[in-house]
């Protein structure tokens, strides 16, 4: 598949090649503007070999899928400029070969069935297309190159209070913080990192969930920023969850192996060396005085190609008298499926989708391409007496950085009571 996919991309990069050899761009007909072009990317393409095939710090690896990463969109933006024109000239080539030339009535651009066009008013609109293409193509650079340098590890903290009816009055006012997605194997900057978990014990919270993918592929990613989260401590505890990244599958493959399980268990062993109480299709009771809640996490369960290791009903087992259920489950993609099935599920707690590391949330307007894939994806969500919320996470993934989407913590506050109706807000 690498190979496969390396393929493609140098057809990518010769097609886009010839199209800016064709213009008259006095930089592009250096002869210096080969050796570039294709020295770079050999290079790039030696480097994505080197980063999956050979152990190199973290560093270097974010470096290389950076500069990958916004190659590959500028050079994809450029292509569909590219292609749009290469379609209209095939039109153009069709037209004349079909239709006799005394038949056709065309703008004096077109009017000669001869290739390249002519230039009008000193340009064609192939070059035109073209040199527009360039400009296109870079503008995305600016805000993704932003978003590495400063948006990977500006760490925003969110605030809701999750008002529970039922909710025994030695919890009210508790607060609970959230992290989630820490992928740790995309972290280059453990000072950053630190300074996102000192925001979170800045906080002070009762509890903190985290709700699962600790982890990109593997257990060993988590060697250097161990000491980092172990810090992560709340007086009634940390409880965590595994999301579909934990479980090994993106490295060793779907199929059972002795590798892939001593890696599970490795990342199941990380939660338990940080004093994170890790549920497993389980619950915990938590105590306060003589009232308690309870605290449910399954395994990571999602709809389509995700994984199905969550087994909500084991989880619940054993509940019934709890007043408030909070459950942990890693893809909101649950919610839906399963957990509003189950009305004596108060608040579900999510992450999974990143927000797309892309997009806009200001006050209660937000927006990324993340909706058009799960229902919900950031925030608050509410349905009958249930409510999701769902973290737009920690870490980053694939792209290392953020735009608009930044790396959250929430801080939930537990409130006794009816959620007070706008008139009366």
């Known amino acids: 598949m690498i ?32 050796k570039i072009w294709w020295g770079y990317s050999l290079l790039l393409t030696v480097c994505i070999f080197v980063s999956i095939y050979v152990s190199i710090p973290l560093m270097f690896r974010s470096i290389i899928l950076v500069a990958f990463f916004l190659t590959f969109i500028s050079k994809f933006t450029f292509i569909l400029i590219l292609l749009a024109d290469d379609i209209r000239r095939g039109g153009l080539w069709l037209k004349r070969l079909l239709i006799p030339k005394k038949k056709q009535i065309a703008p004096a651009e077109d009017s000669d069935a001869s290739l390249p066009e002519k230039p009008v008013k000193g340009i064609s609109r192939s070059q035109f297309l073209t040199k527009a293409g360039i400009l296109v193509a ?30 025994p009055s030695a919890f009210h006012g508790m607060k609970i913080g959230q992290l989630s997605d820490v992928h740790s194997g995309s972290f280059y900057n453990k000072t950053a990192v630190q300074g996102g978990v000192d925001l979170l014990l800045a906080e002070k919270p009762d509890v903190v969930f985290f709700t699962g993918d ?64 890790l549920l497993l299709n389980e619950n915990r009771k938590l105590k306060v005085g003589n009232d308690e809640i309870g605290i449910i996490g399954v395994e990571n369960w999602g709809t389509g190609r995700f994984p199905k290791h969550g087994r909500l009903e084991q989880a619940l087992q054993g509940t019934a008298e709890m007043p408030v259920k909070l459950l942990l489950s890693h893809d909101p993609s649950h919610w839906r499926a399963e957990v509003l099935a ?20 200001v006050g209660n307007v937000k927006w990324s391409p993340a909706q058009y894939i799960y229902k919900e994806w950031a925030g608050l969500y509410r349905q009958g007496q249930q409510q999701l919320y769902v973290n737009t996470g920690f870490g980053f993934l694939g792209y290392p950085g953020r735009v608009g989407i ?8 537990l409130i006794r009571g009816e959620k007070p109706s706008r008139k009366n807000a």
């Open 406 to 413: 930044l790396p959250e913590i929430t801080v939930f506050e």
């Open 138 to 167: 870079a503008a995305p650079l600016a805000p993704l190159g932003w978003g590495v340098i400063s948006g990977a590890y500006d760490y925003r903290v969110r605030r809701e209070k999750l008002y529970l009816p039922n909710l």
């Open 342 to 361: 189950r009305p004596d599920v108060d608040v579900m707690f999510a992450g999974h989708t990143h927000g797309m590391q892309f997009g806009v949330r």
């Open 3 to 34: 190979v496969f996919n390396t393929i493609v991309l140098l057809l990518i990069d010769f097609y886009i090649y010839k199209a800016l050899r064709a213009t008259r761009i006095r930089w592009v007909a250096s002869p210096l503007f080969p």
């Open 214 to 277: 600790l982890v990109n592929y593997l257990a060993s990613e988590m060697r250097d920023y161990q000491d980092i989260f172990t810090k992560v401590r709340a007086p009634l505890g940390v409880f965590s969850t595994l999301g579909n990244h934990d479980y090994g599958d993106y490295h060793f493959g779907p199929e059972p192996s002795a590798a892939k399980a001593k890696n599970l268990q490795d990342v199941k062993d990380t939660h338990k060396v940080m004093g994170w109480d």
